[in-house]
């Protein structure tokens, strides 16, 4: 018989049907035995009765994340769905034979049956095989998935090319300090805290590219927002009149994935008590325009032309007072506090640069890069950097290169503040920070 997916089981009442999967949780009711059973499409419940002698001495040994193989009867449940977190309402089944594909080695550390576990953070990290499998945790990367997913949609649909960038460097460029060394044979190599030298080479060949990868940040941050790895959603667009070009086409992008995750993980957003508004038009607001706004209506003083965390957040608050937006644009950032590829502005002490905030968190930076071969080079300097250094980052330019901008975004932030998770690791399978490497 083939196997029947737990979703599909109310098609079939009335008949019997093949499932496998993992039991989710077994009661014992007198001398029936009920086992919620679980796989990729939902879960049910299964009772097991005395008279079904051989499958009842299964199940009698059955405990909490056996994997298991059963037939049974679907029938009808009188009443309908059952209490929230437990199987699937509608249907249930009478078990007619069981089998054990495989049973754990030793006593759970922990039960993962129920939706709302109330665990600390390390240990929800370190059991993370376990915990993963707990329908609510589970369903952080569904919706993961589908901000992936949706980017991918409509990146293509935008006429972005898909590329994949080198993330084993030879040099550490754009000079920052947040490089992880490696050995690499007989040299010393570093891992990739951004694509952004091959994303602007994309640019200069594809015209539109975009890149899902993962980049390496030596930062020894404890945030709740930072990790030592994450998953990148990047752009470059090249024949652009100006950075409102590259802030209008991440508008699009944001509005599609929003409503993507809104029509595909109802229940996902159910779970977490989310709500995403609809994104209108994003408010573009100058980084000075934004530093008076917070010193005029929250009292807060920025000692530099620059923002804190604590000011985003503020922002964020003031854009969905004023806009009812959980999305703002801060637009302009100084020189001094950008890589020395940004485009100045007509002031030069600014550049055509933006950061997108999302429910109180920089999600995005971005901005228009300077395309002009000696424009660079004199960049470089001014940003006491040495124009040997990037020889080949230099040579994407020599031959060629239209106006472009683009942005790098954070698809870990999304999903942490889309399901309002206390922590970005939560957001992430198996996150890497500062103390964790494993498991
Ligand atoms: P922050 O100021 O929050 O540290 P950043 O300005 O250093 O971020 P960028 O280099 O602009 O980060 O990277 C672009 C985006 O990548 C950020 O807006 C954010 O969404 C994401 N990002 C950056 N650093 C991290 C990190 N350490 N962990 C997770 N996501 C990150
Ligand atoms: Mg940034």
Avoid at 265 to 271: D, F, G, I, P, T
Wanted: overall charge negative.
């Amino acid at each position: 018989m083939e196997r029947t997916l737990i979703s599909e089981t109310p098609q079939s009442v009335g008949q019997i049907v093949k499932l496998k999967g993992w039991v989710n949780i077994r009661r014992d009711h007198g001398k029936l035995i009920f086992i919620d059973l679980r796989d990729r499409s939902g879960m049910i419940q299964m009772v097991i009765i005395p008279d079904k002698e051989e499958a009842y001495k299964v199940a009698k040994d059955v405990r909490n994340e056996f994997v298991i193989e059963v037939e049974g009867l679907v029938k009808q449940r009188p009443g309908g769905a059952t209490k929230e977190g437990s199987a699937t309402g509608g249907v249930e089944i009478e078990v007619e034979k069981m089998a054990v594909i495989s049973q754990p080695e030793d006593v759970l550390p922990l039960d993962v049956s129920e939706n709302d576990m109330n665990v600390n953070l390390d240990t929800l990290l370190n059991l993370r095989h376990l915990t993963l499998r707990n329908k609510k945790i589970k369903s952080i990367f569904k919706v993961y998935a589908e901000v992936i997913n949706a980017y991918a949609k409509i990146m293509n649909r935008e006429e972005f090319t898909e590329i994949k960038t080198p993330k084993i460097l030879n040099s550490a460029t754009e000079g920052g300090a947040n490089f992880f060394k490696i050995k690499y044979f007989e040299k010393e190599a570093f891992l990739a805290q951004s694509p952004q030298f091959y994303k602007q080479a994309g640019a200069g060949i594809f015209e539109r590219v975009f890149e899902i990868g993962t980049v390496f940040r030596a930062e020894p941050h404890f945030t709740t927002r930072h990790v030592n790895e994450y998953t990148s959603l990047d752009a470059e667009m090249a024949f652009i009149d100006g950075f409102e070009d590259v802030m209008d086409e991440l508008e699009k992008v944001m509005k599609f994935m929003m409503e993507s995750v809104n029509e595909h993980c109802r229940e996902e957003l159910a779970m977490f008590g989310a709500e995403i508004l609809p994104v209108k038009s994003i408010p573009r607001i100058k980084l000075t325009e934004a530093l008076s706004i917070l010193e005029k209506e929250y009292g807060k003083k920025m000692e530099e032309v620059d923002i804190d965390a604590e000011g985003e957040r503020m922002i964020c608050e003031w854009a969905r007072k004023n806009y009812d937006s959980d999305f703002v644009f801060l637009t302009h950032y100084p020189s001094a506090i950008r890589p020395f590829y940004s485009m100045p502005s007509a002031d030069p002490q600014y550049t055509e640069t933006f950061d997108l905030l999302f429910m109180g968190v920089e999600i995005a930076s971005g901005g228009q890069r300077i395309h002009d071969y000696n424009q660079l080079i004199s960049s470089i300097k001014k940003h006491k950097l040495n124009p040997d250094d990037f020889e080949h980052y230099l040579d994407i330019f020599k031959y060629g290169m239209p106006p472009h901008g683009g942005w790098g975004l954070g698809s870990e932030r999304i999903v942490q503040k889309i399901l309002g998770l206390g922590s970005i690791k939560e957001a992430i399978l198996f996150p890497r920070d500062v103390k964790r490497l494993t498991p």
